[in-house]
């Protein structure tokens, strides 16, 4: 069974400043697809970041990208000048690519962003 | 505007008594799921369809019940069997194939009185 863990439950970062989320997972796939998901105040879950793990290169959204280390299988988000809108939970998730392939969670963490 | 739509928003049950959380969708989405938030346990999938009248368990079916009759449509019965069903309910849809993302609605707030 796959896993996705993030130790981490609380960090706060001053804004416009980068702060790195972790995120590390476990599975026997070879091929499969990881996701970062944000989740503000108002509880609506929105896409973030999505990483196919056959490619080498770190996807990356504008001020957010990732860290992808596939042998020891981590996942990191990195947020550049960090803004007041930023502060949320952030999900990281994992789907691999069988027939009933379904997306599994990790605990999330809770990001706040001072003014 | 395409999207999820998920009522009612905030509901309470008195204990005993079955309810059901509407999720539609307009986005042409084969697959639909149902996921549930409690407080420091990340989201946990409930039940998934990939096509219309097949679903599966996810992991922690017991005490919910779901149809797919309709691809637009993916309601969940929480059912007296739930033992603590206070939780965020959150219903979600993507394309069928894997990897692909998956778009969530505005979730729903089952409280137990």
């Known amino acids: 069974a796959q896993t996705v863990t993030q130790s981490q439950p609380e960090m706060s970062v001053q804004e416009a400043e980068t702060v790195t989320l972790s995120c590390t997972y476990d599975t026997s796939e070879s091929n499969y697809y990881l996701f970062w998901y944000k989740q503000p105040p108002s509880r609506q879950m929105i896409l973030v970041i999505r990483q196919e793990a056959y490619k080498q290169q770190n996807a990356t959204e504008n001020r957010f990208s990732v860290n992808f280390q596939k042998a020891a299988k981590s996942f990191s988000l990195k947020i550049s000048d960090s803004q007041l809108g930023d502060t949320a939970m952030y999900f990281c998730?994992?789907?691999?690519?069988?027939?009933?392939?379904?997306?599994?969670f990790g605990k999330g963490i809770t990001l706040s962003v001072r003014p | 505007d395409g999207g999820i739509t998920q009522s009612p928003k905030y509901l309470f049950r008195k204990e005993g008594q079955n309810v059901t959380l509407s999720c539609e969708q307009n986005l042409n989405h084969d697959a639909m799921y149902w996921y549930r938030q409690d407080p420091g346990q990340g989201l946990r999938l409930i039940y998934y369809?990939?096509?219309?009248?097949?679903?599966q368990k996810g992991d922690i079916a017991e005490g919910y019940s779901v149809s797919r009759e309709k691809k637009e449509s993916f309601p969940l019965t929480v059912t007296s069997a739930q033992k603590n069903p206070t939780a965020f309910y959150l219903c979600a849809s993507s394309l069928w194939t894997a990897g692909n993302t998956i778009y969530f609605g505005e979730g729903s707030w089952l409280t137990v009185v």
């Open positions: 998730a994992f789907t691999s690519t069988g027939a009933n392939s379904k997306l599994t």
């Open positions: 369809s990939q096509i219309v009248n097949d679903f």
